[in-house]
């Protein structure tokens, strides 16, 4: 079973909207990880957010982590064609474990 | 600096075929993660090695499959006996020292098993 999970297979939006998405996770964490992951590549993290961290910024992204509800969000604003990419959460279960994927939400950004 | 250096890029063998894998970490990470990706399963975690010690092989199937990490430069993903099923893209990536420090992922080998 996923210790993480995008609550959304897909999302689509147009160059300029805004777009979030969602991710709940099932165990206490250290911390939690967006990564996008572009056709034929790897994934790159995002952001990372620990356990005792409330939002996170980085540029157009925001993510926040509500721990009481186990659950986390990653916004992207002003998109633009090239954030078209799946994007996972990740949680690694406290005591040093791997790094667990979600599913991945399809995130499809048109002109 | 490369990043996380996968090779080969892609591999294709015959059914009942061993398959080896690489990857080359980068310098001075001292964690190195094994992941298989596939349409239907997703992001899979195989196995996790730290200082060249294996931490956590619970996703890695039982029989055929081993991985290991003879130096702080290299680990290989070995696959006897190839099936059909194990056809997917393998994913290697590295951090500093834990899972809850950023991954850096290779561009992965892809798999395919006739």
């Known amino acids: 079973s996923q210790l993480a999970e995008e609550n959304l297979w897909a999302l689509s939006v147009h160059e300029g909207e805004s777009v979030t998405v969602n991710c709940s996770y099932k165990?206490?964490?250290?911390?939690l990880q967006w990564y996008r992951q572009k056709s034929g590549e790897g994934p790159a993290q995002l952001i990372l957010?620990?356990?005792?961290?409330r939002e996170k910024r980085n540029g157009r992204l925001r993510a926040t982590l509500d721990t009481s509800s186990q659950s986390s969000s990653l916004s992207i604003t002003a998109t633009r064609c090239e954030d078209t990419a799946v994007y996972f959460c990740?949680?690694?279960?406290?005591?040093?474990?791997?790094?667990?994927f979600g599913t991945g939400t399809t995130v499809s950004v048109s002109p | 600096n490369a990043g996380v250096i996968q090779t080969p890029r892609h591999k294709v063998t015959g059914k009942g075929q061993e398959a080896t894998l690489w990857c080359e970490p980068i310098?001075?990470?001292?964690?190195v993660f094994w992941y298989r990706q596939t349409i239907v399963q997703g992001l899979e975690f195989l196995t996790y090695?730290?200082?060249?010690?294996?931490?956590?092989d619970s996703g890695m199937p039982k029989e055929r499959f081993s991985a290991q990490m003879p130096n702080q430069s290299h680990s290989t993903l070995k696959i006897q006996s190839t099936q059909p099923q194990d056809s997917a893209v393998y994913l290697c990536?590295?951090?500093?020292?834990?899972?809850?420090?950023?991954?850096?992922f290779g561009s992965g080998t892809r798999l395919t098993v006739l």
């Open positions: 310098s001075g990470h001292s964690a």
């Open positions: 990740a949680t690694d279960a406290q005591g040093g474990r791997a790094l667990i």
């Open positions: 165990t206490s964490i250290t911390a």
């Open positions: 990536a590295s951090s500093l020292s834990t899972s809850a420090e950023t991954l850096y």
């Open positions: 957010i620990r356990s005792n961290e």
């Open positions: 090695f730290r200082n060249q010690a294996p931490i956590d």
